[in-house]
């Protein structure tokens, strides 16, 4: 399925795009919870899902607050403008979200952790790439600009796009993923959003030390947020 991540913070799961299999992650993980939401980018891999948080909202009895980065909170506000809070309080068969925009290059806190966002190429656009204490979350980028490469040391997890082998003008290559993960040097890095072109089973015992590939229903441990 198409790449969501959650991460769960004293007691709350906080969610990471909202692929267009939501449904089914939720349901194959038993996810019965969602209370916020980061989405890195308004491509629609990343954020159809967002309608099938309406459950949660039902079950839970209030929005869900969405953090989307002003850059990409417009276009989410054309396409769930019948899901805004404002307009859907009262009604328990839409979904309500309240879109909450972050600065770029600006912390901010969820649930009284620390969300440091990253500002990340995807070929000619820009992408939100998320730090949150020991894990960083870097999906759908073509490059690594120097002045982030300082807010991703001392990582215990690396969540990392690497599209397939093939050069491609948006997404890194698994060869560019593995470099660049082996520069930022985490403890342990997870590639994501990958193309069939990727065997599994045969490309995982040809990456190096550290590295492995994600697959659906990975869990992952991490150190607490700073």
């Known amino acids: 399925m198409r790449t969501s991540a959650l991460v769960s913070l004293d007691g709350h799961n906080l969610l990471i795009d909202a692929t267009p299999e939501l449904r089914l992650q939720c349901l194959a993980n038993d996810i019965r919870r969602v209370d916020a939401c980061l989405i890195t980018h308004a491509h629609a891999d990343h954020i159809f899902g967002l309608d099938d948080l309406r459950r949660f909202n039902q079950l839970q009895g209030k929005p869900i607050p969405v ?135 045969e490309q995982e015992t040809l990456l190096p030390k550290g590295i492995k590939l994600a697959y659906d229903g990975l869990k992952v441990t991490i150190s607490g947020p700073n």
């Open 67 to 201: 953090y989307v980065s002003k850059e990409h909170r417009p276009r989410l506000e054309i396409m769930f403008a019948y899901a805004l809070a404002e307009r859907a309080r009262g009604n328990p068969d839409l979904p309500q979200l309240m879109f909450r925009t972050f600065e770029p290059n600006e912390s901010f806190r969820v649930f009284d952790n620390e969300v440091e966002p990253l500002w990340l190429p995807h070929g000619d656009e820009m992408v939100a790439g998320y730090r949150i204490g020991g894990m960083a979350y870097c999906t759908d980028v073509s490059g690594m600009p120097e002045e982030m490469m300082g807010r991703l040391e001392g990582l215990d997890v690396l969540v990392l796009g690497a599209l397939r082998p093939k050069p491609h003008p948006k997404h890194l290559s698994l060869d560019q993923a593995v470099e660049l993960a082996e520069r930022i040097g985490a403890r342990q890095t997870y590639f994501v959003h990958m193309g069939h072109q990727i065997g599994h089973q």
